[in-house]
């Protein structure tokens, strides 16, 4: 694990969020980088106000990452095989296209959990990989983001993205 100093501690890891992303995007750790933690609350409204909070960053060339696995995390499913079946892919399906048309209307992530299966994707407590999207979708002021799908362990992963 990476670890540096910081005021808060005396040394402090980073989240797996910050630094496996980061080791693939600059090895060579050379660029500053600022983690900031998810809100307990898990509050969306909360959320997007910090990305606006945030949004001033991208005209001075500063990138927000938001790390996470926004497509679907629940790791119950994932290693009992449930991941597996056509009525999970038809849920994920469904979870898929409403947080696709979310990204690009704001206003339709306060409401993020009572998108269809919600709770399947992200068990409940479990949103911290679901909070970084709202935060850069906050960031980006309703720009159309662009996406790529990958796929993991059997489950396609869409990762949204905004360039200038």
Not at 133 to 151: H, M, R, T
């Amino acid at each position: 694990m990476h670890k540096r100093e910081n005021g808060l501690h005396n040394i402090k890891g980073w989240d797996h969020g910050v630094f496996v992303p980061l080791l693939l995007i600059a090895p060579e750790a050379n660029i500053p980088v600022l983690q900031v933690s998810v809100l307990a609350s898990q509050s969306a409204a909360d959320l997007l106000k910090m990305g606006t909070a945030l949004s001033a960053l991208r005209e001075k060339n500063i990138a927000i990452l938001g790390s996470g696995s926004a497509s679907f995390h629940n790791l119950r499913s994932w290693f009992s095989g449930g991941t597996q079946g056509s009525e999970f892919k038809t849920k994920h399906a469904q979870w898929a296209a409403a947080v696709d048309d979310a990204v690009s209307d704001e206003s339709k992530l306060a409401d993020w959990r009572k998108f269809p299966h919600a709770y399947d994707m992200h068990p409940r407590g479990g949103a911290e990989h679901f909070s970084p999207l709202v935060v850069c979708v906050g960031a980006c002021k309703g720009e159309k983001p662009k996406s790529y799908i990958d796929n993991f362990m059997g489950v396609e992963m869409k990762t949204y993205y905004w360039v200038d």
